[in-house]
């Protein structure tokens, strides 16, 4: 048996939001919620880009209610996300778009094979930006380069072999890559 509640609309705001940044959705019943509150069920169509909780508890003698909807940084795309309650399944598009970027420029990869070790330096336009090394082939964090002066950044990371290529990922959206010297 259907009960008389259903659920009516399912809004976000803003309905375009830059990575990283969030949306305020509401789903919004037919009538007001019965004694116990009514639990609505939320699916996101790529969490990856943007996630929803699990579901939204309209308060009883409430007819709506509130929750967020988080994005990745550096991400962007089209993501829908879905509420179900009463069997009626309502939907509201998000658009993620990528914020402005920095750019990096990588201008040490060196390996050391009798240390095994691994030196990267790099230079970034931004330099309130987290930059992190990751192995190029399978995408493994090898770890974060230290800030230094003037956008510099440094690491030396004790690495078992030779990744032959690494990435350079900011946290501001900015990437590089190159090939690894053995020395």
Do not use: H
């Amino acid at each position: 048996m259907t009960p008389a509640t259903t659920l009516s609309s399912l809004n976000l705001n803003p309905a375009s939001v830059i990575g990283g940044a969030a949306s305020i959705g509401t789903v919004t019943l037919s009538g007001l919620a019965p004694v116990g509150g009514v639990a609505v069920a939320l699916l996101s169509s790529s969490s990856a880009l943007a996630a929803a909780p699990a579901s939204v508890t309209v308060p009883a003698g409430a007819a709506s209610a509130n929750f967020t909807v988080s994005t990745t940084a550096c991400a962007s795309g089209a993501v829908t996300i879905s509420g179900t309650y009463g069997g009626v399944t309502r939907f509201a598009g998000l658009t993620v778009t990528p914020g402005p970027t920095d750019t990096i420029a990588i201008q040490q990869t060196d390996y050391f094979a009798s240390r095994r070790e691994l030196r990267v330096g790099a230079k970034g336009s931004n330099s309130s930006a987290t930059l992190r090394v990751y192995v190029t082939s399978t995408g493994e964090l090898i770890g974060q380069l230290a800030k230094g002066g003037d956008g510099t950044y440094r690491g030396q990371f004790a690495w078992p072999v030779n990744p032959q290529n690494v990435t350079i990922q900011s946290s501001l959206c900015g990437r590089a890559t190159k090939d690894v010297t053995s020395k």
